[in-house]
């Protein structure tokens, strides 16, 4: 399978637990996404990555959200003293160049937190 | 107000309807205009663009009014898998820049019944 993959595909975690989730990207594109879905919305943006750079955050993303794509491959998304807040379909997205040109994000097929 | 707005539905339709789904943007910045496709406990996917002169793929036509920064996509001949969310998507450019960050819709529910 050579689409977006994401890991784990669901989590159950206590209140102020650390959580990591990791997307690993159609291997030939160098754009990257986080999205956070809830029940009955549409995807929110959280982050982007252009290769290893982080080029932008939303304002969805407090300090406990850290995300990373340390050789331009691969991203983790760590969220810190989650919150039953928190609970959601965590989604990773990549795409091989500026997505104004075809508006396609390919996603993967989300990991799903739930925080009790 | 919410960047893109649509009508949450849910819309339900006898296979075989015609069906329209509107959208409407708030920044008047936006650039590119798409429909996202959502199955059940699925990861969206791309449905098709949305040009200013109006595109058509198969039975799926799409409309972009930029006046009045509204988005449509009609639906005719209604099949049972047509049933899913509809995402109306725009890419927003801010300070002359795109970095390619898709903002979507809330979503509007289809179900097709026999």
């Known amino acids: 399978d050579t689409g977006v993959s994401q890991d784990p595909r669901h989590k159950i975690t206590k209140r102020g637990q650390n959580v990591t989730f990791r997307c690993d990207p159609i291997s030939e594109h160098n754009r990257l996404y986080w999205y956070r879905q809830t029940l009955g919305q549409g995807p929110e943006f959280l982050t982007y990555f252009q290769n290893e750079a982080q080029l932008e955050k939303s304002r969805l993303l407090s300090d406990r959200f850290s995300a990373e794509r340390p050789k331009g491959s691969f991203s983790t998304l760590e969220i810190q003293r989650t919150e039953q807040g928190d609970s959601a379909m965590y989604l990773c997205?990549?795409?091989?160049?500026?997505?104004?040109?075809?508006?396609?994000?390919?996603f993967g097929e989300g990991s799903r937190l739930t925080v009790l | 107000r919410k960047e893109v707005e649509q009508d949450p539905g849910p819309f339900n339709v006898p296979e075989g309807a015609t069906v329209a789904f509107n959208c409407t943007y708030s920044?008047?910045?936006?650039?590119?205009f798409f429909w996202y496709r959502q199955d059940c406990r699925k990861e969206p996917k791309l449905l098709m663009s949305?040009?200013?002169s109006g595109n058509e793929d198969g039975r799926f036509t799409a409309q972009l009014n930029r006046a009045s920064q509204y988005i449509s996509l009609l639906i005719r001949d209604s099949k049972l898998s047509d049933s899913a969310t509809y995402l109306c998507?725009?890419?927003?450019?801010?300070?002359?820049?795109?970095?390619?960050?898709?903002?979507f819709g809330q979503g509007t529910i289809l179900t097709v019944h026999p």
């Open positions: 949305v040009y200013s």
């Open positions: 920044n008047s910045a936006s650039q590119s």
């Open positions: 998507v725009v890419n927003i450019v801010r300070g002359g820049t795109s970095y390619g960050k898709l903002t």
């Open positions: 997205a990549s795409s091989p160049r500026r997505t104004g040109d075809t508006g396609e994000l390919f």
